[in-house]
């Protein structure tokens, strides 16, 4: 097999991992291209594939991002991709890799179903301690700085080297610090947004409220939000009302003309919180909130507040 997927954040062990590929195959002296999905589309990848090497008999092609893809700008050239996947040349040495993929897309089974995977973990807490090897910092700290960096890599990095010009006299980093100089990093609002609906469903007030708070941060406006909320409890009344025919996620997200049944496999998580009068009931004092915050002075998010108090 000479097409490699490999999933992991850690730059150092992705590059080792490539290396070791590459001089596995007896690649060593062959030619490498470099593509990067963020920036780059499929055609050019593909050109490269198809096409001979004028250096050598053998090529490596290295494309990195893969998860991140935009399957829109590449909807034209991803059946011939999967096709090259299936028979690959024997002449190219195909290496992918991502940080995370999403395993219910068509892109990431056809690349598993096609490519020899790797998967290369980190302890992103022993990372942490090691970069901070020179100071003196307590695991409550590390534990922190990992916590508000969401395992992202290149955040830790840039965070620790933030804490260390600013500790350098001291070699002591501690909790305050943490706090006054590093930015808690925001998650995926859609994924929030579930966790305040779910809050909604458990009538719990207070962490209700506290998401909420969350979500402002994303600097959504507050009428933007309500319609947001309310587009949530409208697919969730939908797949409930669905539900009731056993039908698979597949089934209904094609009834409901949605992509993936990923959205939907995650509404059925919150459905159980809710009877169809009360999603009915919740739909229909969202729409009078949006009605008074556009006809009237009142401040919407003495509305939504209000509304949560009221659960």
């Known amino acids: 097999m000479n097409s490699y997927l490999i999933e992991g954040t850690d730059f150092g062990a992705l590059s080792a991992e490539i290396k070791s590929i590459i001089k596995s195959n007896k690649f060593d002296e062959a030619s490498i291209s470099y593509y990067d999905m963020e920036v780059d589309l499929l055609d050019k990848?593909?050109?490269?594939?198809?096409?001979?090497?004028?250096?050598?008999?053998?090529?490596?092609?290295?494309?990195?991002?893969?998860?991140?893809?935009?399957?829109?700008?590449?909807?034209?050239?991803?059946?011939?991709?999967?096709?090259?996947?299936?028979?690959?040349?024997?002449?190219?040495?195909?290496?992918?890799?991502?940080?995370?993929?999403?395993?219910?897309?068509?892109?990431?089974?056809?690349?598993?179903?096609?490519?020899?995977?790797?998967?290369?973990?980190?302890?992103?807490?022993?990372?942490?301690?090691?970069?901070?090897?020179?100071?003196?910092?307590?695991?409550?700290?590390?534990?922190?700085?990992?916590?508000?960096?969401?395992?992202?890599?290149?955040?830790?990095?840039?965070?620790?080297?933030?804490?260390?010009?600013?500790?350098?006299?001291?070699?002591?980093?501690?909790?305050?610090?943490?706090?006054?100089?590093?930015?808690?990093?925001?998650?995926?609002?859609?994924?929030?947004?579930?966790?305040?609906?779910?809050?909604?469903?458990?009538?719990?007030?207070?962490?209700?409220?506290?998401?909420?708070?969350?979500?402002?941060?994303?600097?959504?406006?507050?009428?933007?939000?309500?319609?947001?909320?309310a587009s949530q409890i409208r697919i969730i009344y939908q797949v409930k009302s669905l539900e009731k025919n056993n039908l698979s996620d597949k089934e209904i997200a094609d009834m409901l003309g949605e992509k993936s049944d990923y959205r939907i496999k995650k509404t059925r998580e919150v459905t159980r919180y809710y009877s169809e009068s009360e999603l009915l009931k919740l739909m229909i004092d969202l729409s009078d909130i949006d009605l008074k915050c556009k006809s009237s002075d009142v401040d919407p998010n003495y509305l939504i507040e209000v509304f949560l108090l009221n659960l």
């Open 45 to 229: 990848v593909l050109e490269d594939l198809d096409t001979y090497s004028f250096l050598s008999d053998k090529k490596v092609i290295i494309i990195k991002n893969m998860d991140k893809i935009s399957i829109d700008n590449n909807k034209n050239y991803l059946d011939h991709f999967y096709k090259y996947l299936e028979n690959p040349s024997s002449d190219n040495l195909l290496i992918i890799s991502g940080s995370k993929f999403n395993n219910t897309l068509k892109v990431t089974k056809e690349l598993k179903k096609y490519c020899k995977y790797t998967e290369i973990s980190l302890d992103v807490y022993k990372y942490t301690e090691n970069l901070l090897k020179d100071y003196t910092v307590d695991k409550n700290t590390i534990r922190l700085i990992v916590e508000y960096s969401l395992n992202d890599i290149s955040k830790i990095e840039n965070d620790c080297h933030k804490l260390m010009d600013y500790c350098f006299d001291s070699k002591v980093i501690n909790r305050e610090d943490v706090l006054e100089l590093v930015s808690q990093k925001l998650g995926d609002s859609k994924d929030l947004t579930f966790s305040f609906i779910r809050s909604l469903g458990e009538r719990d007030k207070s962490e209700s409220l506290k998401k909420y708070k969350e979500l402002l941060e994303y600097n959504i406006e507050p009428l933007a939000l309500i319609g947001l909320v």
